[in-house]
């Protein structure tokens, strides 16, 4: 099974600064066939189900702010949101679709400095 | 538009099966290269997402390695619905239980994916 980790467990950043995720995951997610990688970034908030914000390490959903962005390949993933929001204060997980069975991270918590 | 629903009991006892139901509208979950694929996740109350098993458009079936054992899942495509089941419940399944959708296909070939759509969670206690 494929093991998602991410650092850190808990974050605070001041209004209007970069935070920044980590994920790695235990073997490639990378499929050499298509290019792609196989990982997903979700963020929850309370009392809410996650709410999927990046497809394919990189790709942001229709909706979502551009002040989220995704990138790495391979094992090595970041979630970086470049000018912090009130609103952005919430766990946020990365998952791998790479394989079943699927796997999450243990979240990151993001609160304000 | 696509939605998800779970329901089941609020509160099971130590050692029951636990039987859910995830209804579905706005996709399906049958038909040729249809690629649609429904999962079951939960979270216990303060903790992290896990994924617990998932079903796809042509009916195959996957698992959450450490508790495949426990878990059925089907689906009643005329009913629009995903069902779980995991047998003999203890405390530590106390959670609240999603289900999601995911999957694409692009021309002939159908592809995993981010878990698009989510339903609001069904929460389920067990206790004595």
């Known amino acids: 099974d494929i093991v998602m980790t991410q650092s850190p467990d808990s974050l605070a950043v001041s209004l209007g600064e970069r935070a920044t995720i980590n994920c790695r995951s235990s073997q490639s997610l990378l499929l050499s066939s298509n290019s792609k990688n196989y990982l997903a970034w979700y963020q929850q908030k309370p009392g809410q189900p996650p709410k999927l914000l990046i497809n394919w390490a990189s790709t942001r959903e229709s909706g979502v702010p551009d002040r989220f962005s995704g990138s790495g390949s391979g094992t090595d993933f970041t979630l970086t949101i470049s000018s912090l929001q009130a609103d952005d204060v919430a766990v946020y997980y990365c998952?791998?679709?790479?394989?079943?069975?699927?796997?999450f991270g243990q979240g990151t918590r993001l609160e304000i400095k | 538009q696509v939605t998800l629903k779970e329901s089941g009991p609020a509160l099971v006892t130590p050692t029951q099966t636990l039987t859910l139901t995830c209804n579905f509208s706005g996709f399906s979950l049958s038909g040729h290269n249809n690629g649609m694929r429904v999962s079951w996740i939960r979270q216990p109350p303060g903790k992290a997402l896990e994924w617990l098993a998932r079903i796809d458009w042509d009916n195959d079936k996957f698992y959450n390695t450490s508790l495949k054992t426990r878990l059925t899942i089907s689906k009643d495509t005329s009913k629009n619905q995903v069902v779980l089941t995991m047998t003999n419940m203890d405390p530590v399944d106390t959670a609240t239980y999603y289900c999601?959708?995911?999957?694409?296909?692009?021309?002939?070939?159908?592809?995993?994916?981010?878990?698009?759509?989510w339903g609001q969670g069904t929460t389920v206690t067990v206790s004595s």
């Open positions: 998952q791998q679709y790479y394989n079943t069975p699927y796997s």
């Open positions: 999601a959708r995911s999957g694409y296909c692009t021309g002939a070939t159908c592809y995993p994916s981010g878990m698009d759509v």
